[in-house]
């Protein structure tokens, strides 16, 4: 069965093709994928639970249909390779006409550009394999060029001739990037015409669910990121890999242009306990074992990655990444992983005490750790009194760490990306007397409360909150609430920005996830976009532009609501000047926050750069430049803790692989599964723990008069 057409995406289309004369019709063409007749259903059902259901309420007009114009554009070519700015004027025609379309349940209008596009794609890949070997012969890499970094400043190009310059700098780059790592010639030829055939093939296998999906997601985002379509297959693979996401190598992946880049690491899964990935990481290839032939994997689609780093537990996988801070794209790394499944007692809360020295007094400061808030909904139904949460096991700790004699109590966020909101509630209820703990407003403007009822007893001792960029959700709502009610210092670097509510909507052909609350915290201020700026900051390990919530497109704004009624517990606001002053007195003094901040600067500077030169000989000297650059970093930390210089950066990778493997044959003591072992190399949680220790000092001085 066929979608009828309305008389004007019929003569729209018409006017198209008879427009597109140099765009050479074949047969794929004529046999171009068209949406379903289910296609039409799900949309109009879409719209409707969009227009009901959706947390911010749009007009499906003009507006919206220029935007969901160039969205699509966007999604189906980000880096403006394919197409030429005449396509685009040609496809303009329906720049204004989509939204009638969407609210008719018409798709013909999307399926038209997804055809434009994909020829031109076709063409392209089919003339950059059958010229690939002449070109990289062609190639003088004594001239004197360069490329963009950034393709989201690039214009379309104007001309044919435009776009071939622009796919030979494209090859020329990935040529010399290949040959700085090691890669001979023929090699070269090889991964690269491989590449190209496998994005050629991958485009021709694409179905009409593909095209659908891509369409109607440039549609929903507009809404909010958080809020897409899922078709039948594509829930079924979100479903299984929710079911997975403790298995495997523990890492939340996404695709970004022609790459899979890391989002997140799953706490104490075999991904963060290697200790050299981290968020926005780009993973180029992929090997099996210790020695397995490592795989081009640029290009590929998500779910053909995922494929070949998932195996069985205990099994090797080896992953060739962009590091999110290397100073180009020919700084790479190759990282080995054995594959294992996370163990619950590693997503749970632990304790540690921290014991520290000041002015040759020891202080004890307890720790405790919370990867993610966490309830056991299962054993909570059963009625097993004995049920595990994230409140249970924190108060439990609380009350260990205390008998022990500590002074004051860290809560560990960071990397928490969330979890049950409940449990955000009920842990903020263990430091607070009473009172409302988080606000959450609806689409219909409605605004609900939780919070902690008088009666139970609670912790009023002095507290810290450690945060940092990968700190979202419900971890910003306790942070939050506990820096609203002054009831602890904030410490680290600016939160997530994660303060919307999702629900997943099951529709007649696949499934809605879609925003449908936002959070606000006990101020009035929303989590969202902004996150929690903490009292105290750190350096900032993760890049605020690369990583968090600012950095999705149409990501819902900051705003404010009226503040909720409650208390103050203590006057932190007045202590915070004395606290800062001496932060950055130990941080000036400490050799492993001078070298962090020289790390962050060199980051800055690599940031700075907006081109990549395509001469061998400048970009050989770009690369020993940073290196020169990082050895005197690493050489400066050396010889303020009085160790040997080092030649060169060559000579830190092997005294780091001696001291990994005397590591690993020194004997662990056996801790219980609630005490985390202490790690002498986290400089920001010894740091926090002379903040609380100040903080401690601070009250007592206040107490004394």
């Known amino acids: 069965m066929k979608l009828m057409k309305p008389p004007f995406a019929a003569a729209c289309i018409a006017a198209f093709i008879a427009s597109t004369s140099s765009l050479s019709v074949s047969a794929k063409e004529v046999n171009a994928l068209k949406p379903l007749p289910v296609h039409s259903n799900v949309t109009e059902e879409i719209v409707d639970t969009l227009n009901s259901r959706a947390y911010q309420k749009l007009d499906i007009d003009d507006d919206l249909s220029q935007q969901l114009f160039d969205n699509y554009l966007k999604a189906l070519d980000p880096s403006k390779s394919y197409l030429l700015q005449s396509d685009i004027d040609r496809l303009n025609l329906y720049r204004d006409k989509l939204d009638n379309q969407l609210k008719d349940g018409k798709l013909e209008a999307g399926y038209a550009i997804f055809t434009a596009y994909e020829k031109r794609l076709e063409e392209r890949l089919e003339k950059v394999i059958s010229e690939l070997p002449q070109t990289i012969k062609s190639f003088d890499f004594t001239k004197d060029e360069s490329i963009a970094i950034d393709d989201k400043a690039r214009k379309w190009p104007a001309t044919m001739a435009e776009a071939d310059d622009l796919w030979r700098k494209r090859i020329k780059s990935s040529v010399l990037s290949l040959r700085m790592d090691g890669k001979d010639d023929k090699g070269i030829e090889e991964l690269l015409l491989k590449r190209y055939q496998h994005q050629l093939k991958r485009i021709t296998q694409l179905e009409t669910e593909d095209v659908y999906q891509l369409y109607i997601n440039s549609f929903t985002q507009i809404y909010d990121p958080h809020t897409n379509y899922l078709s039948p297959r594509s829930s079924e693979n979100f479903k299984i890999n929710m079911s997975l996401s403790l298995e495997g190598i523990g890492a939340v992946l996404t695709k970004e242009d022609e790459y899979v880049k890391i989002v997140r690491l799953v706490h104490s899964g075999p991904a963060e306990k290697t200790g050299q990935l981290q968020p926005a990481d780009r993973i180029i290839g992929v090997g099996q074992n210790s020695n397995g032939k490592i795989e081009d994997v640029i290009g590929l689609r998500l779910d053909e990655v995922v494929d070949k780093i998932r195996g069985k537990k205990g099994s090797t996988v080896r992953l060739e990444v962009i590091p999110v801070d290397a100073e180009s794209i020919d700084k790479t790394k190759v990282v080995t992983i054995v594959r294992d499944k996370v163990k619950l007692e590693d997503q749970s809360a632990q304790k540690q005490m921290l014991e520290l020295y000041d002015n040759g007094k020891l202080r004890k400061v307890g720790v405790i750790s919370v990867p993610t808030f966490y309830i056991d909904f299962a054993e909570l139904r059963k009625g097993n009194p004995n049920y595990k949460s994230t409140t249970r096991d924190v108060s439990k700790l609380l009350a260990e760490l205390t008998a022990d004699g500590a002074e004051g109590i860290i809560i560990d966020l960071r990397e928490n990306g969330g979890g049950s909101l409940q449990e955000a509630n009920e842990l903020t209820g263990l430091f607070i007397e009473s009172g409302p703990t988080v606000q959450i407003r609806n689409g219909n403007n409605r605004i609900g409360r939780q919070g902690k009822m008088p009666g139970k007893p609670y912790y009023d001792g002095p507290m810290l909150v450690m945060i940092n960029r990968m700190s979202a959700s419900a971890s910003e709502i306790f942070a939050g609430a506990i820096q609203d009610y002054r009831r602890g210092v904030i410490v680290g670097s600016r939160s997530f920005g994660k303060g919307t509510v999702q629900s997943l909507m099951p529709l007649n052909h696949g499934e809605l996830k879609i925003t449908e609350s936002k959070f606000y915290r006990i101020s009035g201020n929303s989590t969202q976009h ?176």
């Open 530 to 705: 902004r996150g929690v700026i903490p009292d105290i900051k750190f350096p900032a390990i993760y890049d605020v532009e690369k990583v968090g919530e600012s950095t999705l497109d149409d990501a819902l704004p900051w705003d404010a609501i009226a503040p909720a009624r409650h208390k103050f517990y203590f006057e932190i606001t007045s202590i915070v000047p004395e606290l800062k002053a001496l932060h950055q007195q130990r941080m000036a003094e400490d050799p492993d926050f001078v070298y962090l901040n020289d790390q962050l600067a060199a980051r800055e500077l690599i940031n700075a750069r907006n081109t990549i030169p395509l001469n061998e000989k400048a970009r050989l000297q770009l690369k020993e430049d940073n290196e020169k650059r990082m050895l005197n970093i690493e050489n400066k930390k050396r010889k303020a803790k009085g160790l040997e210089l080092l030649a060169s950066l060559d000579d830190k990778d092997k005294i780091d692989a001696k001291k990994e493997k005397e590591k690993a044959k020194e004997e662990k003591p056996k801790l219980d599964p609630d005490t985390k072992a202490f790690d002498e190399n986290d400089i920001y949680l010894t740091e926090s723990g002379y903040i609380l220790v100040d903080v401690i000092n601070a009250f007592n001085k206040i107490a004394q008069h």
